[in-house]
Structures are given as structure tokens and as C-alpha cells.
């Protein structure tokens, strides 16, 4: 059964840095894309961040580019989003998917900036 | 930039009616979309790929539609259980985006 396991919200002052984490099981994690889309209180979906199976490609949405970075490390099956810089608006649920059709996600992490 | 604009934002709707959500591409996007139903508090879970490919387990009354830039998402009789908000997502290319999402809600 694939299995994302997203941590590492909180509550961070604007400006503060976080380091989300998306631990993956049940399927071969070092083979999939894998993907950060987040969700503010009451709003849509947005797609964050993208980050092929070796790492050879990454792609970010302008409203982060600059202040987050993605990571993945194939050895532990985890994903990861450092995210720095940030700001209120950047308040939101962050999930993690698998692959570039994003068909499994995670039960998403409560990020909250806030002074 | 591709952008999907979905429609309606919302709709009413009752148990046993048939139900049809739209997305548009603002570019051909092949058939490189997927449907998502997410109900509040949980994470969005995909219904269709390759716009009219049903993901496993996912019940027959929902069906997909579509190439290019015009897709349905029809949901054949609406059950109790399928009032959700429902969301498109293009991955043609990058960036990635969504259709804003279509709240089924009981009429």
C-alpha cells in the first residue's frame, strides 16, 4: 500500500525558515517524481514544487522560487521542503504526491506563519 | 503559463442527479489531466487520469472526458457520499495547474 507520511508543520514567525519532511512506503520511491502542493485556509489547491526520481530536475512555482527548496534523499524514501523566507501568505496545508500525474498523496502538514 | 478555468465554482445538486463539471485549458494539453475529489479535512484523492481513465476502485458513475482543451468530469448519479469539492490539474508542463474546484453541495 503506498503510504505518505508528511511532518514538520507548525507555527514559524514571517521570516522564519521551516524544513518540511514526506516519509514514502510501499512503493519503489527512487522511481517516482515526487511533488509539494499546498492548500491555504479555505482556498484551492496550488502546485508548489516538483522534483524528478534522481533529483535531475526541479521545478518551482514563481510564488516560491528563491525562498524553498526541494530535496529528496532515495536512500531514507523521504521528501523534502526547506522552506525559507516566509511569509503569511505561505499559510497553508502542505501535501506531498507521488509522480508527475500526482495519483497518491499524503494527509497533508498544517504550516502557519504567523507573528 | 497554462491555465485552467473550471466551472461552476459551485452547484446544487440531489441524490440521483447527473452531474457535470468542466475544465479549460488556455492551450492544447493532449490528454494530460486528472480529477480530484477532496472532502473537508482530508487530502484530495484521484478519480480519473489521462482524462478518461477511471483510477482503481473508483466507482463506475464517475467518468472522464476530453482532449485538448475541453474536459467533463461527469458523476452519473449523484450518491450521498460525493459531495465534495472537486478540482482539475493539468501535468503537461510546468508549472503545474489547477482548476479552481466545484463545490457539489445537497440541494
Known amino acids: 500500500e503506498v503510504q505518505l507520511v508528511e511532518s514538520g508543520g507548525g507555527l514559524v514567525k514571517p521570516g522564519g525558515s521551516l524544513r518540511l519532511s514526506c516519509a514514502a512506503s510501499?512503493?519503489?520511491?527512487?522511481?517516482?517524481?515526487m511533488n509539494w502542493v499546498r492548500q491555504a485556509p479555505g482556498k484551492g489547491l496550488e502546485w508548489v514544487s516538483s522534483?524528478?526520481?534522481?533529483?535531475?530536475?526541479?521545478y518551482y512555482a514563481d510564488s516560491v522560487k528563491g525562498r524553498f527548496t526541494i530535496s529528496r534523499d532515495n536512500a531514507k524514501n523521504s521528501l523534502y521542503l526547506q522552506m525559507n523566507s516566509l511569509r503569511a501568505e505561505d499559510t497553508a496545508v502542505y501535501y506531498c504526491?507521488?509522480?508527475?500525474?500526482?495519483?497518491?498523496w499524503g494527509q497533508g502538514t498544517l504550516v502557519t506563519v504567523s507573528s | 503559463d497554462i491555465q485552467m478555468t473550471q466551472s461552476p465554482s459551485s452547484l446544487s445538486a440531489s441524490v440521483g442527479d447527473r452531474v457535470t463539471i468542466t475544465c479549460r485549458a488556455s492551450q492544447g494539453i493532449r490528454n494530460d489531466l486528472g480529477w480530484y475529489q477532496q472532502k473537508p479535512g482530508k487530502a484530495p484523492k484521484r478519480l480519473i487520469y489521462?482524462?478518461?481513465s477511471l483510477q482503481s476502485g473508483v466507482p463506475s458513475r464517475f467518468s472522464g472526458s476530453g482532449s485538448g482543451t475541453e474536459f467533463t468530469l461527469t458523476i452519473s448519479s449523484l450518491q450521498p457520499e460525493d459531495f465534495a469539492t472537486y478540482y482539475c490539474?493539468?501535468?503537461?508542463?510546468?508549472?503545474?495547474?489547477f482548476g479552481g474546484g466545484t463545490k457539489v453541495e445537497i440541494k
Open positions: 489521462a482524462a478518461s
Open positions: 510501499g512503493f519503489t520511491f527512487s522511481s517516482y517524481s
Open positions: 504526491a507521488r509522480s508527475q500525474l500526482a495519483d497518491y
Open positions: 490539474l493539468q501535468h503537461n508542463s510546468y508549472p503545474r495547474t
Open positions: 522534483i524528478s526520481s534522481s533529483s535531475s530536475y526541479i
